[in-house]
């Protein structure tokens, strides 16, 4: 299956800090998305990171992927309140999956 | 731009009855997708259209649950009869081509509650 896996489950950080979190995949993949989901609401796309690219920015987020371990990472730098959302690596070049998900609560 | 509209926004059913949940994508998306989200789990794939065609149906319990899209526009999906275990959130999600280079946009979703 190329669904991926988020690591680790659930994440609580101080508003201020940097968050990172980290997704295996097991089959070889032409790219790789992260959502977020807030409380509630439908998923939003974040970043699409494609096999050839290692590591891609915006704004506050980073991410990583490195093909060889079959894995990536998310990194939120200076996390808000509003960072507070479940976190979604997907992967599939011809169905789309998700992963379980890494919850991330910021502390004011 | 309008995005992905679904509708009802929350269903609540008995056990055994019927259901229909309604999606409208993104004007000119040719990839429709609809998920199921179990409280505390990541979003489950039911089934995936390219235009109208079906791209993968593989987790779609397909004695209970069928889904259409007309014309390759507006999608529908129908639990008949409903199971206490189908209570979730339904996503809807549409994407300009295949997850092979896009964006997926997602709707609010709809939560169905069986009791």
């Known amino acids: 299956s190329q669904q991926g896996e988020e690591d680790p489950q659930a994440l609580s950080i101080q508003e201020g800090e940097n968050a990172t979190m980290n997704c295996s995949y097991k089959t070889s993949i032409n790219n790789l998305q992260w959502y977020r989901q807030n409380s509630g609401r439908g998923l939003v796309h974040l970043i699409l990171i494609r096999s050839n690219e290692r590591e891609k920015h915006s704004g506050r987020l980073r991410v990583t992927l490195d093909t060889s371990k079959k894995s990536s990472s998310l990194l939120i730098t200076a996390s808000r309140a509003a960072d507070t959302a479940s976190y979604f690596c997907a992967t599939g070049d011809y169905k789309l999956s998700f992963g379980a998900g890494t919850t991330v609560t910021v502390r004011a | 731009e309008a995005g992905v509209a679904q509708s009802p926004r929350y269903k609540i059913i008995e056990k055994r009855q019927s259901v229909a949940f309604w999606c409208n994508p993104i004007?000119?998306?040719?990839?429709l997708y609809w998920y199921q989200q179990i409280l505390g789990q990541g979003p489950k794939l039911l089934i995936q259209f390219q235009n109208n065609g079906v791209v993968d149906d593989s987790q779609l319990p397909k004695d209970r649950f069928s889904a259409e899209r007309l014309k390759g526009v507006d999608s529908t999906l129908k639990i008949q009869p409903a199971k206490l275990e189908d209570s979730a959130v339904y996503l809807c999600?549409?994407?300009?081509?295949?997850?092979?280079?896009?964006?997926?946009?997602f709707g609010q979703g709809t939560r169905l509650t069986v009791v």
């Open positions: 999600a549409s994407s300009l081509d295949g997850p092979g280079g896009t964006e997926a946009f």
């Open positions: 004007s000119g998306h040719a990839t």
